[in-house]
């Protein structure tokens, strides 16, 4: 079955610890972005990578990280999480960046900083 | 600046009524307009994808039109069901080799029974 995972679904964690959100896709796309979603703010996105080894920031980029060493896995990586990260987080792929590809979203991650 | 507007912000309709959500936008150059499905604590899921040349998408219940000339999309609902209590997200696709998603906030249906 073509989908994205993510893990975890949910996390609490405390200011300043280091954590990884992990996420993978199986359908050999080359085009994968991470969002934020906070109420009356819609989808925000944070990082997107248009192949393996190729990163670059999204609207929201402060405080977070990503890499593509792999096609199908793009983890998020929040060096030094602070209270204003708290928030859903989605993780999406697509065959490539233009067109009319569908962009298909993982499951949702949801982060608690305290 | 390239927006997309949605309205309303929320919207309670009884089950087995039609309903219409609106999306305006901003973005250009254009390249697609999408309707996307959110239920609560999941990810979008994709309803719709329509270009510059079309005007009307079906999609079950789900009807989708695009008013390039406007910049007006709308998304109508008929016969609706529980299961259709979700967000609704508007999202336009920008043109160029720089394109990127800009995505409206959503409107939010309640359908009650």
């Known amino acids: 079955e073509a989908q994205v995972t993510q893990n975890p679904r949910y996390l609490i964690t405390v200011t300043g610890k280091k954590l990884t959100v992990t996420c993978s896709q199986n359908?050999?796309?080359?085009?994968m972005s991470w969002y934020r979603q906070d109420p009356g703010l819609g989808l925000r996105q944070i990082y997107y990578?248009?192949?393996?080894?190729?990163?670059d920031k999204g609207d929201v980029p402060e405080g977070y990280k990503v890499s593509r060493k792999e096609k199908r896995n793009f983890p998020l990586i929040l060096e030094s999480p602070s209270p204003n990260q708290t928030s859903l987080y989605f993780c999406?792929?697509?065959?490539?960046?233009?067109?009319?590809?569908?962009?298909?979203f993982g499951p949702g991650t949801r982060l608690t900083v305290t | 600046k390239n927006q997309v507007e949605q309205s309303p912000q929320s919207l309670i309709i009884l089950e087995g009524k039609n309903c219409t959500l609106q999306?305006?936008?901003?973005?250009?150059?254009?390249?697609?307009l999408r309707w996307y499905k959110q239920d609560t604590g999941r990810g979008p899921v994709s309803l719709t994808i329509?270009?510059?040349?079309?005007n009307t998408k079906s999609n079950g219940r789900y009807t989708a039109t695009l008013d390039a000339d406007t910049k007006q999309s709308s998304l109508h609902i008929t016969a609706s069901q529980l299961s259709d209590s979700a967000s609704y997200i508007c999202?336009?696709?920008?043109?160029?080799?720089?394109?990127?998603?800009?995505f409206g906030k959503g409107t939010k249906l309640s359908v009650k029974p």
């Open positions: 999406a792929s697509s065959r490539q960046r233009g067109g009319v590809h569908e962009q298909y």
């Open positions: 359908m050999n796309h080359e085009y």
């Open positions: 990578s248009m192949n393996v080894e190729v990163t």
């Open positions: 999306c305006n936008y901003t973005v250009s150059p254009f390249s697609n």
């Open positions: 329509m270009t510059f040349s079309e």
């Open positions: 999202v336009v696709f920008e043109g160029g080799s720089q394109g990127n998603l800009i």
